[in-house]
């Protein structure tokens, strides 16, 4: 339907992402906080997702790990705050090879007349952590960077 | 690449007369003036913008003759587009594939459930 579009300002230890989804909005809020369906989207189609536990209720508890090609394990886990609902999903996102450094996620579901708006903000702790999250998180699949490079380029001319 | 020059760099790139030096640079070395021209703002300030850039590892400079010359280094960027490449692919495909699951339970919620796949059909149940 629509683009993810990521936001990650200078200075400031915040990520925002947001999409559009062509669903209504409770259907799209079922699918971030049922487990079941949870599995079957979250990661990239190379990653192997295994649920241990997604209490999506006030000081529930959640962890997941996903597990690459070469079986390399990346663990994640926090708690959620407050009662799930649509107007906020708020849980607390700590990857497990970087033990006390938290984020804090917040998601809300807007009601665009059938489709529905996600958007998501990481707090982190600070401005290191943030970047380092999204480095190391994400270790696998750095693609073509030249072509991404050629990209924003092209992007830096034309804004 | 550390936090604090991911953030010099982002910081550089968050000007739009940085970034048009930055894609005029992309043609080739240029002056002080050559880069200050298309501009309505001094030479003074455009070297200022130029010293951002330089600290970002952006720009380095040379000396032609008695000519000061302004040269992209494109490193940085590609470091920042790596990063930020591997962040925006992972949320790429997760929402592909969580708008593959809503149109399949869309799907599932007019013909009812139990057509669906298992874990699907659990959650029409739920409601």
Known sequence: MSKTHITAEPGIPQIT????????RDLVFRAHIEPELVAQWLGPRDLTLAIDRWEARDGGTWRYVHTDVHGNTYGFHGVFHGNPS????????????????????????????????????????????????VASGMERGARDSDERL?????????S | MTGDRLSLVFGALADPIRRAILTRLTEGEATV???????????????????????????????????????????????????LARYQQFWDESHE?????????????????????????????DE
């Open chain 1, 17 to 24: 992402i947001t999409r559009g989804f062509n669903a209504p």
């Open chain 2, 97 to 125: 594939r969580l708008d593959d699951l809503l149109t399949a339970l869309q799907a599932g919620q007019e013909e009812g459930p139990g057509q669906q796949q298992a874990a699907i059909a659990k959650g029409n149940d």
């Open chain 2, 33 to 83: 003036a050559e880069l200050a021209a298309p501009f309505s703002v001094s030479q003074p300030a455009i070297s200022k913008h130029l010293k951002v850039l330089e600290n970002a590892g952006l720009v380095s400079r040379t000396r032609r003759a008695t000519a000061r010359l302004s040269r992209l280094e494109a490193g940085p960027l590609r470091e920042v587009t790596t990063w």
């Open chain 1, 150 to 158: 050629a990209e924003l380029l092209a992007k830096l001319q034309s």
């Open chain 1, 86 to 133: 649509p107007q906020a999903i708020v849980q607390t996102f700590e990857f497990e090879g970087a033990p006390g450094h938290v984020a804090l996620q917040t998601a809300t579901f807007d009601d665009r007349g059938g489709s529905t708006l996600v958007r998501t903000v990481s707090a982190f702790q600070s401005v290191e952590d943030r970047d380092a999250m």
